[in-house]
């Protein structure tokens, strides 16, 4: 797909050039960023320079991810929002980071619920799924605010069963606890272009008919795991 561009109320969402590589750098510098994504640690210029210049135009080019700059109507880069394609039929993952400046203004929903939209109505999507380690609340809240729904009954203060069913995921030889979500079109208000919002257990995907089929979702897939904002 050829890169595009999104606007919502205060946002451009538009596709990450190599002049974003230093604000990229910059933001993720951020301890909090570092601690809730799956970036490498430390975050060096070139590992910036190597996601703008090059993952982030592949995703778009063989379109397994589509990555947007998150940038205020006055040029400052105020995050970043990843779509990435997942193995069940028409389904994506939402990861989002927002630099530390620009947390608390309400642009991680915002960000969220337009790219939603585009993904329903653009590319056909029938699912997004959200995931994050287990404790972060402010990934989680954002995630909620846009309409999420968490996924198997979890409770915000229980949710951490994981996706192979042992309550935790092992990245790096740590386990680690997850939380999901899911959204739909008919969350959004949207028509629903597939199988609509039924109850199942994580590690199950939805098949074309609706009905669930075995799988696992290898934590950190996405390329940002929702961090805080």
């Given at each position: 797909m050829e890169p595009i561009t999104l606007t919502s109320r205060r946002l451009l969402l538009r596709p990450f050039t190599p002049g974003d590589t230093d604000a990229v750098h910059l933001a993720c510098q951020d301890p909090e960023i570092l601690r809730w994504t799956e970036i490498p640690?430390?975050?060096?210029?070139?590992?910036?320079?190597?996601?703008?210049?090059?993952?982030?135009?592949?995703?778009?080019?063989?379109?397994?991810?589509?990555?947007?700059?998150?940038?205020?109507?006055?040029?400052?880069?105020?995050g970043a929002l990843g779509l990435v394609r997942r193995p069940g039929p028409r389904t994506y993952e939402v990861g989002y980071w927002l630099a530390r400046e620009h947390r608390g203004q309400g642009y991680g929903t915002e960000?969220?619920?337009?790219?939603?939209?585009w993904a329903f109505s653009v590319l056909g999507a029938v699912r997004l799924e959200w995931w994050a380690e287990a404790g972060n609340v402010a990934?989680?809240?954002?995630?909620?605010?846009?309409?999420?729904?968490?996924?198997?009954?979890?409770?915000?203060?229980?949710?951490?069963?994981?996706?192979?069913?042992?309550?935790?995921?092992?990245?790096?030889?740590?386990?680690?606890?997850?939380?999901?979500?899911?959204?739909?079109?008919?969350?959004?208000?949207?028509?629903?272009?597939?199988?609509?919002?039924?109850?199942?257990?994580?590690?199950?995907?939805?098949?074309?008919?609706?009905?669930?089929?075995?799988?696992?979702?290898?934590?950190?897939?996405?390329?940002?795991l929702p961090p805080p904002g």
């Open positions: 640690s430390p975050y060096l210029r070139s590992d910036a320079e190597l996601f703008t210049s090059t993952l982030a135009p592949a995703g778009w080019r063989d379109d397994s991810g589509y990555h947007f700059a998150l940038v205020e109507r006055y040029g400052a880069l105020a960000a969220v619920v337009r790219s939603a939209r990934s989680r809240a954002v995630a909620l605010r846009a309409g999420f729904r968490l996924d198997d009954g979890q409770r915000p203060e229980a949710a951490g069963e994981a996706a192979d069913g042992t309550g935790g995921a092992t990245a790096g030889g740590v386990r680690r606890n997850l939380w999901s979500a899911s959204l739909f079109p008919v969350d959004l208000g949207l028509p629903a272009s597939g199988p609509g919002r039924i109850p199942s257990r994580l590690g199950l995907r939805l098949t074309g008919s609706g009905l669930p089929e075995a799988g696992a979702r290898p934590p950190g897939s996405a390329a940002y």
